[in-house]
């Protein structure tokens, strides 16, 4: 699976988007981006995947660049319960089915 | 739909010995994936269970197996317990076919 590259901790204002970058420059035409977070002591929480096309759900929005080697992601309206540590997957969908984490970016939303 | 259910929440155990955490998968789902996650680290893969047998293991030594039951969920054992196996364990189930994973609350297990 490609690595992904994330910056260790953000900030952002209660109420503004957050966007989560994440570099992926060597991924492979096959792999999928995946999103997800882990608030304090509690298990990974999928947020969002994609492949090519953007993809918003209820929760995000992902924004993938059209050579595909970085993607964000986008929290529209952050609050306080989205302060979390946010992890960039790239893995190809197939049976084995390992996930491989990286460090993530530790977001902290502020009033 | 109920979710990804982990027991026991909270574990401890002494140097040798030995431990068996549970996990019963979302309902639907046939494949379950463990996980460890040490202090301050992201989650490392331990193995997979897809119909009962294994079907992926990462760089875990044996004393790390598992088991899949019919009814999909899984458990987790760790035998001769070391002190760096004190980690929030972390239990996954997904849909072969489609692939994400949703993860259980997960066991801390202290070793001491």
């Known amino acids: 699976d490609a690595k992904t590259t994330q910056p260790p901790s953000m900030d952002c204002a209660e109420g503004r988007a957050a966007n989560l970058p994440c570099n992926h420059s060597?991924?492979?035409?096959?792999?999928?981006v995946y999103w997800y977070r882990q608030i304090h002591s509690q298990g990974p929480q999928y947020i969002i995947h994609?492949?090519?096309n953007n993809e918003t759900n209820e929760m995000a929005s992902l924004i993938i660049t059209e050579d595909r080697k970085s993607s964000t992601l986008i929290l529209p309206h952050a609050t306080l319960r989205d302060t979390a540590v946010y992890y960039c997957?790239?893995?190809?969908?197939?049976?084995?089915?390992?996930?491989?984490f990286g460090g993530g970016t530790r977001l902290m939303v502020k009033p | 739909e109920t979710g990804v259910t982990q027991s026991p929440t909270h574990l401890i155990k002494t140097r040798g010995q030995q431990v068996t955490l549970r996990c019963s998968s979302q309902?639907?789902?046939?494949?379950v994936s463990w996980y460890q996650q040490a202090l301050g680290q992201g989650p490392q893969f331990i193995f997979q269970?897809?119909?009962?047998?294994?079907?992926g293991r990462g760089n875990f030594p044996p004393r790390f197996s598992g088991l899949q039951f019919p009814n999909y969920s899984s458990e987790l054992n760790v035998n001769a317990l070391e002190l760096d196996d004190s980690a929030l364990y972390l239990c996954?189930?997904?849909?072969?076919?489609?692939?994400?994973?949703?993860f259980g609350p997960g066991t801390r297990l202290l070793v001491l």
């Open positions: 996954a189930s997904s849909l072969q076919g489609l692939e994400t994973q949703y």
């Open positions: 060597t991924i492979s035409g096959n792999e999928y």
């Open positions: 994609g492949l090519k």
């Open positions: 997957i790239v893995r190809l969908n197939n049976a084995g089915n390992m996930l491989t």
């Open positions: 309902s639907g789902h046939n494949t």
């Open positions: 269970y897809y119909r009962e047998e294994e079907n």
